[in-house]
């Protein structure tokens, strides 16, 4: 049984083509207005699931508690991707700037 066009579609009917949906990739952080630096201090804000030691052989963890919000330490190295290496009371992790931020330290 062969079928033709006009059976299957009505002539009412328009077929327009389908539209791409556009898709935005941006590629830079979303605190790139904040100026950090080697030896800048800074203050964890959020705790990371997962931390790696900064140590010439890196260690990956879990953070069961080692790291936590309201830590402070220093800037000691920046990497590739938005993470730094940042020292620490317990010691030095590499953790992406999205767990901290800059501690602002106000002279009186």
């Known amino acids: 049984m062969a079928f033709s066009l006009t059976q299957l579609v009505p002539l009412s009917t328009t077929i327009l083509p389908r539209r791409r949906a556009a898709t935005i990739i941006r590629c830079e ?3 790139s207005s904040i100026k950090l630096d080697v030896g800048s201090p800074v203050i964890v804000v959020e705790s990371p699931r997962m931390i790696k030691t900064a140590a010439s052989v890196p260690c990956l963890l879990v953070n069961s508690g080692l790291v936590n919000p309201g830590d402070v330490g220093r800037i000691v190295s ?3 991707k938005d993470v ?4 620490l009371a317990i010691g030095t992790y590499l953790i992406d700037a999205k767990y901290f931020k800059p501690l602002v330290l106000e002279d009186n």
């Open 29 to 31: 952080s979303s605190g």
């Open 78 to 80: 920046r990497k590739p």
């Open 84 to 87: 730094w290496g940042v020292r």
